[in-house]
C-alpha cells in the first residue's frame, strides 16, 4: 500500500494534465487531490516508524517553516528545542485565524504539532505536565494518563484510567491494558494479588505476539514498541517473583513471632517497606532501560 501512495504522489503531475484534457467533458468524476495523498503516505510512514521518509515528505508539504524546524530538532534529538519550535507555530497559527476558522487542509498539520509536543513531552520526562494536561477537562485523555501516572507515580489515578478504558482501547493496544494490570498488582493491589501478575503478563505476551504477526517478517522500527514490550513483560515477571518469595519469607517469620506487635516485629516491617521502594525502583529502572532503547 505505500508503494502504491508512492507511485500515485509521482504520478500526480501527469494525472494533473490529463484531468485538464478532459475538462471539456461534462463528467462527474473524483480525483485524489495530492494533499490527500501526502497525508496518506504519511499516516502509512508514521504507522511503519520510518521516521526518515516521515520527515522528507513534510519538509516538502508543510505550510508552516516552524514544522519544518521543529521536526528537524526532533529528528536530531533536540527535543526542548523542538517543542518550543511547535509552541511558537500553534501561537502563530492561532494569531493568524482568530477571527476566522483555519483551513481544513491544517487538520494534518496541526494534529502532527499536538501528537510530536506530547512526544517530546515524553522525551523530556515532563510526565507532570503530561498528567496535568490528561486530567484538564477540554482533553481529558485515559491514555496519557494511564502513561504518566505509573511514572510519577499515582496508583488511584492509574486505576480510574484503567478502568475508562480497558473494556473500549483499540485491538492493538491490548497488550499494554495488561501490562498495567499487572504494574496495579505489584505496586498497588497488596500481596494477594501478586499471583494475577503472571496471568497478566502471559496475556499480554499473547497479544504482542499477534501483533507481531501482523507487522511485515522483516524487522525494522514498527518492531521496537513491541521489543520494548518484551523487555517489560519480563520485568514485570521477575519482579513478581521477587516479591513472592520475599513477600512468603517475612509472613513465615511473622506467623514465628508472638501475637502482639512488638519491637520484634519492627524489622518485618521495614522490610514490607522495602519491598514497596523495590517495585518503585524497579518502575524507574524500566523507564530508563526504555529510553536508552531508543
Known sequence: ???????????????????????????????????????????????????????????????YR????????EQQGFFEQAQAAYDVAMGKLKTEYTANPSSYNMHKECKLWT?????????????????ELGLSRNCRDPFLILESSWRNPNWPQMKEALAEVEYNCPKELAWLINL?????????????????????????????????????????????????????LMELSEAAQIHTAAAAQC????RRLP???????????????QLMELSEAAQIHTVSAIRSSR
Open 66 to 73: 516552524e514544522t519544518n524546524v521543529a521536526i528537524a530538532y
Open 115 to 131: 501528537e510530536h509536543w506530547l512526544k517530546c513531552a515524553k522525551e523530556l520526562n515532563q510526565w507532570d505536565s503530561l498528567l
Open 1 to 63: 500500500m505505500t508503494l502504491n501512495l508512492e507511485a500515485m504522489a509521482s504520478e500526480q503531475a501527469g494525472a494533473a494534465r490529463q484531468r485538464d484534457m478532459l475538462e471539456c467533458y461534462d463528467m462527474d468524476t473524483e480525483h485524489t487531490t495530492p494533499t490527500e495523498i501526502a497525508e496518506c503516505l504519511s499516516d502509512m510512514y508514521e504507522l511503519l516508524q520510518e521516521e526518515d521518509m516521515w520527515s522528507g515528505l513534510w519538509q516538502k508539504h508543510a505550510r
Open 259 to 273: 501475637r502482639v506487635v512488638a519491637d520484634a516485629h519492627l524489622p518485618l516491617l521495614r522490610a514490607a517497606q
Open 251 to 254: 509472613l513465615g517469620e511473622w
Open 180 to 232: 498495567y494490570r499487572g504494574y496495579l498488582c505489584i505496586c498497588a493491589g497488596g500481596e494477594q494479588q501478586l499471583g494475577g501478575v503472571e496471568r497478566h503478563a502471559e496475556a499480554a505476551a499473547a497479544q504482542c505476539l499477534r501483533e507481531w504477526r501482523r507487522l511485515p517478517r522483516v524487522v525494522a522500527h514498527a518492531h521496537l514498541p513491541l521489543l520494548r514490550a518484551a523487555q517489560q
